[in-house]
């Protein structure tokens, strides 16, 4: 049966342990899977702006044998006049998966519903998954486990990182503390999920507004920016309203003293971070941008295993 990867709940840990090991696979040996060679073609649907997501999707197709078709919705019929389960209904036919960058999680949902090839979240406003596959392998290159270790997230709890981070570190068998202001706290459902999945992989759950308070003791420190696509209009207010929950060099004192600090980028320095911080030794921000490549090969490999 076709599987989408939509949340970073769609995986169980063990599919998330199956895909995290077959990314070390290909990080080691890049061309080993050619699973779309035929040529296949993947598309690469962006409402979006994207520089990661573009390039590691696009060379990641290429190196499992297939094409991706890079398209900007702001010259497709997607988002004006053709609904999601259309446009899914058209690209079955002729391509083998569909990688979508979008606003709204319900879209993806409806992408999904209508298709029979599998479907992608490259971000929503909701979840950002294919992130957290490479924030994953990077914390494992660099600590050697996930079960166990303790992530906090600073910042804006409500964004698509916080809620992935949720999801994928309670799978993982993490314990994830968020801090944010009250006004910025995740989805309560999202929490709620992310309780469900701790409760069954050892791991927990904390959402806190206190930053030293969630650092304390962190092995992983994270932060995104205050600012995401869509939410532009709003940058008065973030930058007032999250001033405090910046990883600065006294956040990361609090933090173990081999702690690790992530960031998917792009970031504003000086804002959710500074720069002693982003570009210091403790950053493995540029391990964690590689491993977009090899988490999504490993996933549009897992994916294509398992389409129907
Ligand atoms: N981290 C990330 O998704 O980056 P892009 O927006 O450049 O794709
Ligand atoms: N939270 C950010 C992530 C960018 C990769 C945004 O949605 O803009």
Known sequence: MTRHFLRDDDITPAEQIQILDLAAELKADRWSRTPLAGPQTVAVIFDKSSTRTRVSFAVGIADLGGSPLIISTANSQLGGKETPSDTARVLERMV????????AQSGLEEMAAGTRVPVVNALSDDFHPCQLLADLLTIREHKGTLSGLTVTFLGDGASNMAQSYLLAGATAGMHVRVAAPAEFAPAADVVTDAERIASGTGGSVAVLTDPVQAVTGADVVVTD???????????AHRVGVFGGYQVTTETMTHAAS??????????DRGYEVAPEVIDGPQSVIWDEAENRLHAQKALLVWLLERAG
């Open 258 to 267: 081999d702690a690790v600090f992530l960031h998917c980028l792009p970031a």
């Open 96 to 103: 083998s998966a569909i990688v979508w960058r979008t606003y």
């Open 225 to 235: 920016t205050w600012v995401s696509m869509g939410k532009e209009d709003e940058k």
